[in-house]
């Protein structure tokens, strides 16, 4: 486990890639995100292994908001990195494994209380993970499932195969408007992140699509924003002809006039400050206060659009708008201040003595209490916190003594969970009249291999031992590929096994149609076997 430090480059590249994100939370906990798969693409980089980011889904806001995406390639070789920043557990999301878009092996990283440094944890191979503890949104791996760098050397020594697309790229298309209109099952948006995994073009489109209904929704201001500005203007003329005549101004005044005046004329041209010498001014205004000094930029400088940019983005995850004190002042009139400034200080009062007995009983509690082994923990992270300079080139590895705490994690009680039933094989039974279409039997086949994928991410909310191993369903597919009819001839000894395979045929056969040209003419009945381990 080596420690790398955080150069501020990093860091700002983390917020402006986090900044397109929905809510002031889901940046925050992005920004971290972010920082951690840069910090482990420069730590892998540095050890020789190469890693691109040319195909990685996190780079698209919306699909890593919902799928909790975080990939980087080594070759063919995806990476998921999982970045721990005051959590006290290594937390894999559960949608990974129910979209089966699990990648070859999860790299984790922990971040510094700080934001300074990182600690590089190291590999999870993501076949193990479902030996571990989970709950309704985590896996949560032990210590002794990581392994370092030489090992992952080791795994990876062979090139893996590209996996085989999945689907027609039309389809997934004709997904993207529902995707982003949140109106898509999760069957349906399994299909469409398997495709958009494997598929760069339909990714481009995707981010096209994405681009344009930004555009789309807002245009709908521009009437407005051109009416403001036209009222704005018509205000500023008809108040500039109420102004009266001007009068004569001091040299000081004009001074300060011709200052303002060259910052409108030239905004494009580098300003010197106004300045005169300490000498002149004691002779000139000696009986005066001293003129002041504008300070003005260069508004096409580098540094310029710099500051405006981490202004810009220190805004965006600054939702709550801070009240001004004038605008109280107005509100609160001057007989009610008394009553409200009495009313405020009890309120402090009992506040003193709450916190006070909180804390008491929060420490005699933690006292008395060990410390959970899945504590949910505050991801309100430092607003506060934004990169004052610029460091080019990546992070360094550092031989760095740190506080222990900043990277404790805990272990956690390697229990294997409770028993989940999983699919061995599915088969179909078939007539003689169906077996004779090659285009029909291959259509069942694909179906088979559909439900045996979905029925296996079904199955792990469901603990019930099956009596029986072998289910099987009769079932009638009109030709137009719909359910007429399902009936249970063998069934596993649960309910609820019974009913997750029930659910899943029917899902898969909603969108899954037989081809045209090997149709038959009149319902099939077919028996689908379902064998459980």
Do not use: C, H
């Given at each position: 486990m080596e420690i790398v430090e955080i150069a501020d480059e990093q860091a700002y590249d983390a917020k402006l890639l986090a900044s397109a994100l929905s809510d002031a939370k889901a940046r925050k906990r992005a920004m971290i995100d972010m920082l951690g798969i840069s910090c482990?693409?420069?730590?892998?980089?540095?050890?020789?292994?190469?890693?691109?980011?040319?195909?990685?889904?996190?780079?698209?806001?919306?699909?890593?908001?919902?799928?909790?995406?975080?990939?980087?390639?080594?070759?063919?070789?995806?990476?998921?990195?999982?970045?721990l920043y005051r959590e006290k557990t290594i937390k894999i999301p559960k949608i990974h494994s129910e979209m089966d878009i699990l990648p070859h092996f999860y790299f984790v990283v922990q971040i510094g209380a700080k934001i300074k440094e990182a600690k590089m944890i190291g590999f999870i191979d993501s076949k193990s993970i479902s030996n571990c503890s989970f709950d309704s949104k985590f896996y949560y791996p032990t210590l002794d499932m990581i392994f370092d760098v030489n090992k992952f050397i080791a795994l990876t020594r062979h090139s893996v195969a590209t996996k085989t697309l999945l689907g027609k790229h039309i389809d997934c298309m004709g997904l993207f408007l529902k995707f982003i209109d949140n109106d898509l099952s999760s069957l349906y948006k399994r299909q469409m992140i398997q495709h958009l995994m494997n598929c760069d073009s339909c990714r481009a489109r995707f981010i096209d699509v994405v681009e344009f209904e930004k555009l789309a929704n807002n245009i709908k201001y521009y009437p407005d924003v051109i009416r403001k500005s036209e009222t704005k203007i018509k205000t500023q003329n008809s108040s500039s002809e109420l102004q009266p005549p001007p009068k004569a101004m001091t040299?000081?005044?004009?001074?300060?006039?011709?200052?303002?005046?060259?910052?409108?004329?030239?905004?494009?041209?580098?300003?010197i400050d106004i300045e005169q010498d300490t000498e002149a001014k004691k002779e000139d205004f000696s009986d005066k206060e001293k003129p002041k000094t504008v300070q003005m930029f260069d508004l096409s400088s580098d540094e310029f659009k710099?500051?405006?940019?981490?202004?810009?983005?220190?805004?965006?995850?600054?939702?709550?708008?801070?009240?001004?004190?004038?605008?109280?002042?107005?509100?609160?009139?001057?007989k009610n201040r008394r009553t409200i400034l009495v009313i405020a200080l009890i309120f402090i009062i009992l506040g003193s003595f709450a916190l006070i007995s909180i804390k008491g009983s929060t420490e005699s509690f933690e006292q008395n209490q060990p410390l959970a082994d899945f504590e949910e923990v505050d991801e309100n992270y430092a607003d506060s916190y934004m990169p004052q300079m610029h460091v080019q080139g990546q992070a360094q590895l550092i031989p760095k003594e740190t506080s222990v705490n900043d990277f404790v994690i805990n272990q956690p009680i390697s229990t294997k969970p409770t028993y989940t039933p999983s699919v061995a094989k599915i088969s179909w039974e078939a007539p003689e009249s169906v077996v004779k279409k090659d285009n029909y039997i291959k259509f069942l086949q694909l179906v088979g291999k559909n439900i045996k994928l979905?029925?296996?991410?079904?199955?792990?909310l469901v603990n019930d031992v099956p009596i029986n191993k072998i289910v099987k369903l009769d079932l009638k597919i009109a030709p137009n590929g719909n359910i007429d009819d399902i009936r249970l001839s063998s069934s596993s000894g649960t309910v609820a096994i019974d009913?997750?395979?029930?659910?899943?045929?029917?899902?898969?056969?909603?969108?899954?149609?037989?081809?045209?040209?090997?149709?038959?003419?009149?319902?099939?009945d077919v028996t689908l076997v379902v064998e459980l381990k």
């Open positions: 482990a693409a420069n730590y892998l980089n540095a050890k020789k292994i190469r890693i691109n980011t040319k195909r990685s889904v996190y780079k698209i806001p919306l699909l890593f908001e919902e799928f909790k995406i975080t990939d980087i390639y080594y070759g063919n070789y995806r990476i998921d990195v999982i970045t040299l000081e005044e004009s001074l300060e006039n011709v200052a303002l005046d060259e910052e409108d004329k030239s905004q494009d041209d580098a300003f710099k500051q405006t940019s981490k202004k810009l983005i220190e805004g965006i995850f600054n939702e709550v708008p801070k009240l001004e004190l004038p605008q109280i002042k107005t509100v609160i009139s001057a979905n029925l296996q991410n079904d199955l792990l009913n997750a395979i029930k659910k899943v045929i029917n899902d898969t056969l909603t969108y899954m149609k037989p081809p045209s040209n090997g149709i038959i003419s009149k319902p099939a």
